[in-house]
């Protein structure tokens, strides 16, 4: 038995227009897929933006954290520009994320309303479409999450659907509770309407971390098998899979750090195996993607899907290593000690794991680019609703 809340239909997908507009975006997607489509309203990220900003936290410690949007922020946002027939957004915030996904996934079920939802430990706001459980979401029920579904406002201007497992999302994105100091520290945080019911909901644990990394043919192998298992090519928002033409490209191992602050003997690891049309190329001739499957390093299995709103490019290693010896100035000699390996710190330069960096060792000291060429001399975290 399975029970299925899907909002996709009705919610479009938009990528943020500035590096710190994930929370305008966000509301921008939910404004605009209110399940009556007469109460669907479209207004530029400029708008929001400026509305969330004249509405956040004016609590001396929330405002010292120079959150982008804060939950104060986008809850007087919904509610100022597009009130929902009979009803008021709200903050809800409980350091449990059992009970508030619960709280999530019954009012999903009741109205049929996008949620947004801070990842990432507060540091990026995306919008929750879709859920998977076992049974319904309802009164004094225990569902187990098998997948769910979110818009996801990066890349920029691009914007990514990305479907994941339950065990995932608990692993990655809502891996840790707000660390920025204030009124949301070490709680889990989303908008919603306040339900009437109580529930919590459980997530099916699995191991992420291996003895030995599988080899990249066996996982495009493992991408095509769970692909056709779960017939995600069926799927309309994934639906690109069944066109002619589509092939995988090549795969990609990314190194997987989301709490840099514990000590951890054992990293998670996973392979993107992107697919994407031959007649299809970027910049130098590199072949864009369209689609990308998430697949553990370790065991092969299922981990997450994501379709980008247009094609993205994902930057070799070759120009990475080059963009890096261009700005360090570094000669050849230099270069044969160079070092580039691909990972994932959900941070400023990125916060989904279809979109990972370039770590880039030299002269005993890290260097990061994303994928479109930018330079970091640190991973810092991003700030706080970005």
Known sequence: MVHEVDLRGNVPLYGQQQCIWCGAASAQMIMDGYPNPADRVFYSQATIWNTIQANNSADPTDVMQGWATDPIGLRECLRLLNPPPGGAWSVHMDTSRDAVLFDILYWMNRNHYPVATLINRGG????IVRYITDVAPVAGSSPTLQTITIYDPEPHNVGSISTMTGAVWYSTDWNGAVRYAGTWLNNYVAVIEPPVAKGIVRIVKVTRIGEKV?????????????????KLSKEPVYAVLRKKGIRNLEPILVR??????????KIPHYFIVPFGFEAEKGECNVPLARIAVIINAFTGKFEEIAVFGKPVRYLPEKEAIAIVARAMRLDEKELKRVKAAMMFQPSEITHIRTYPFWKVD????????????AVYTAIKPSVPGD
Do not use: M, N
């Open 124 to 127: 990026h706001w995306v919008v």
């Open 214 to 230: 599988i080899t990249s043919e066996k996982a495009v192998a493992f991408a095509k098998k769970w692909i056709e298992e779960l």
């Open 256 to 265: 997987e750090v989301i709490k840099p602050s514990e000590k951890e003997v």
């Open 362 to 373: 030299v002269k005993e000291r890290s260097v990061y680019v994303d994928q479109l060429g």
